[in-house]
């Protein structure tokens, strides 16, 4: 008989090992698939399930209530993270989806989202291609099941995978010529500088509130104390995190762009599972930071964006010719942009317009579904 079980509220043990081997049964023989679970967030209280049918393991989910979501963004969402269901027992996957909700309806939620890879989104187009890191991963009939099971699509969004071949001197240009007459300069943060730290993960945190609820580049947190700091450091370094700001000129200039990107970390993983090498633990994870992410050739925006005030003046597409060319001059070939909004049609246009224009040898475009269900009163 198909049930679930509780493992409790964290995994330990041979729980853990239980909820990784059930991914990899499920995605046996996707070459692209990487298996990753961002930790726990402050504020996060979780339930992980496995469903077992006669014994076997067939699926796993995690019901996650996320108190800072629910703190800033004012809204009783609670949410689905990790679904993962064995292809062969699909039809068993709406068991596990409506024990999930039934769990986060007891603790007087209003609603759900589906979460992959912490990310508020599932997959639904680009799987014939390596996933980018951090970004949603999962079959196609996986949005089927949560749709017959009363979720509805919320946003639509899109990440755009650019062959990089040559960027044009005037397209530089253009995003430099911005900056003068906006009287602003853009510079790398400086990581030593905790006060312009703080200010950038404050306006990070003004343009991601909407969407997410959360600043997923909180870097402030990690600069509370002296090791963090040099920890922090230290790892942005070694990974080639780069993060740039742009600030108005002067000695109090104020801080109204933000553009990261790092290497792509699944590039990586996957070289070592092709080499027949395990791609997950402690070992991996040295070998990519004592050497390995410099070898990486495909770049992964990290976050972007403008102050409200200097937004819809045309900034973003003069400014993208300048940004890209950051990028190229760290060495990379290709690149990510990362989610973004599908009604955001003006930045989608741009790209398209300037990878028409560079002579970008391939566009390739994956796109993602944000799932909703909302609890009748």
């Known amino acids: 008989m198909t049930h679930v079980k509780s493992l409790g509220n964290s995994l330990k043990g041979k729980d853990r090992l239980t909820w990784r081997n059930i991914a990899e049964d499920a995605f046996e023989g996707d070459d692209n698939y990487i298996q990753f679970s961002?930790?726990?967030?402050?504020?996060?209280?979780?339930?992980?399930?496995?469903?077992?049918?006669?014994?076997?393991?067939?699926?796993?989910?995690?019901?996650?209530?996320?108190?800072?979501?629910?703190?800033?963004?004012?809204?009783?969402?609670?949410?689905?993270?990790?679904?993962?269901?064995?292809?062969?027992h699909k039809k068993d996957g709406s068991i596990l989806i409506k024990h999930c909700l039934s769990v986060l309806k007891d603790k007087g939620l209003d609603g759900v989202f589906v979460r992959n890879n912490g990310f508020p989104a599932l997959q639904v187009e680009g799987f014939e291609h390596p996933p980018p890191a951090y970004l949603p991963y999962n079959p196609p009939f996986y949005v089927d099941l949560f749709l017959n099971d009363g979720f509805q699509r919320e946003k639509e969004w899109h990440n755009i995978h650019l062959k990089l071949s040559f960027i044009k001197e005037e397209d530089i240009f253009v995003g430099e010529k911005r900056l003068k007459d906006l009287k602003m300069e853009v510079i790398k943060l400086n990581l030593r500088d905790k006060r312009a730290v703080k200010e950038y993960s404050d306006l990070v945190h003004r343009t991601f509130i909407g969407h997410f609820g959360f600043n997923p580049r909180e870097f402030i947190a990690g600069y509370?104390?002296?090791?963090?700091?040099?920890?922090?450091?230290?790892?942005t370094r070694i990974m080639r995190f780069q993060i740039y700001v742009g600030k108005y000129k002067g000695k109090d200039g104020k801080m109204v762009i933000y553009f990261s990107f790092f290497p792509d970390?699944?590039?990586?993983?996957?070289?070592?599972?092709?080499?027949?090498?395990?791609?997950?633990?402690?070992?991996?994870?040295?070998?990519?930071?004592?050497?390995?992410?410099?070898?990486?050739?495909?770049?992964?925006?990290?976050?972007?964006?403008?102050?409200?005030?200097?937004?819809?003046?045309?900034?973003?597409?003069?400014?993208?010719?300048?940004?890209?060319?950051?990028?190229?001059?760290?060495?990379?070939?290709?690149?990510?942009?990362?989610?973004?909004?599908?009604?955001n049609?003006?930045?989608?246009?741009?790209?398209?317009?300037?990878?028409?224009?560079?002579?970008?040898?391939e566009v390739i475009l994956m796109k993602y579904y944000t799932l909703s269900y909302k609890f009748s009163p």
């Open 265 to 343: 970390i699944n590039v990586f993983f996957k070289s070592l599972r092709e080499k027949g090498k395990n791609p997950f633990g402690l070992i991996a994870m040295l070998k990519l930071m004592l050497g390995g992410a410099k070898k990486i050739k495909r770049a992964k925006v990290g976050s972007i964006g403008l102050d409200e005030n200097i937004r819809n003046i045309g900034v973003a597409s003069d400014m993208l010719g300048y940004g890209l060319n950051l990028v190229a001059k760290e060495g990379y070939d290709e690149l990510d942009t990362g989610v973004m909004l599908a009604e």
């Open 38 to 88: 961002p930790g726990m967030r402050k504020g996060e209280e979780r339930e992980f399930f496995v469903l077992l049918d006669e014994g076997e393991k067939i699926g796993r989910a995690c019901a996650t209530v996320d108190k800072e979501w629910i703190e800033k963004k004012g809204e009783k969402i609670g949410f689905i993270d990790d679904f993962t269901i064995l292809p062969d």
């Open 345 to 361: 049609l003006p930045v989608l246009r741009i790209v398209e317009k300037i990878a028409e224009r560079w002579g970008i040898e």
């Open 224 to 235: 509370d104390t002296f090791f963090k700091r040099i920890f922090t450091r230290i790892t």
